[in-house]
């Protein structure tokens, strides 16, 4: 799957969870079907939030 077959939906900053990796999988697991795919990052300039971002696996384009 190419870049410009993603787009992004929304994007949140939040505060880090050990265990927020756990609601992603489950969320990828269960909506991938509906091209929906999430993603889970530490913040690179304050490690103690996260960003959790909703991305359109169809693209723009469909």
Known sequence: MSSD???L???IKME???DAY???DCLNR???ERDLMFG???D???KEQMIFTIYDTK????
């Open 5 to 7: 077959q993603i787009r």
């Open 9 to 11: 939906l929304s994007s």
């Open 16 to 18: 880090k969870c050990r």
């Open 22 to 24: 756990k609601m992603v």
């Open 30 to 32: 269960t909506l991938k």
């Open 40 to 42: 889970l990052a530490l």
């Open 44 to 46: 690179e300039d304050d």
């Open 59 to 62: 693209g723009s384009g469909t």
